[in-house]
């Protein structure tokens, strides 16, 4: 359910950004997915950030689901017009680039790509 301070109901969100932030395990890697309530827009908007936090998480612990997942969600947020969606790219670029291989460092490259998009 959605409340007044926080009209998408991802509560889960903030804490997870906490989280990792601090490299802290994927413990809350499921939770932002949870919840999504509100209009088409702001679901859309919520839920690719949210997508954004999993991946990060999943990218920085080593995971194999990391690049599928960052994969997905540098693609929803190039869909979107938000730029403050766009912005929360860097981290997972950031955690992409840290990664070896080909497929990671044309992933970091196209997130920052999307990041940098003023749409």
């Known amino acids: 359910m959605s409340t007044p301070a926080e009209p998408y109901g991802d509560l889960d969100r903030p804490a997870a950004c906490l989280e990792l932030e601090r490299d802290v395990s994927t ?3 499921r939770s932002p ?5 509100g209009g088409r827009e702001g679901r859309s908007r919520s839920r690719t950030q949210s997508a954004i936090v999993l991946a990060t998480i999943h990218v920085r612990a080593g995971e ?3 690049l599928q997942l960052a994969h997905s969600a540098v693609t929803a947020a190039g ?21 070896r291989g080909s497929d990671a460092e044309q992933l970091a490259r196209m997130a920052r790509q999307v990041a940098a998009t003023r749409a």
């Open 64 to 66: 194999s689901r990391g």
């Open 79 to 99: 869909k979107l017009t938000s730029v403050r969606v766009r912005q929360r790219l860097v981290p997972l670029a950031d955690a992409l680039e840290a990664r």
């Open 27 to 29: 413990r809350l890697s």
């Open 33 to 37: 997915r949870r919840r999504c309530v």
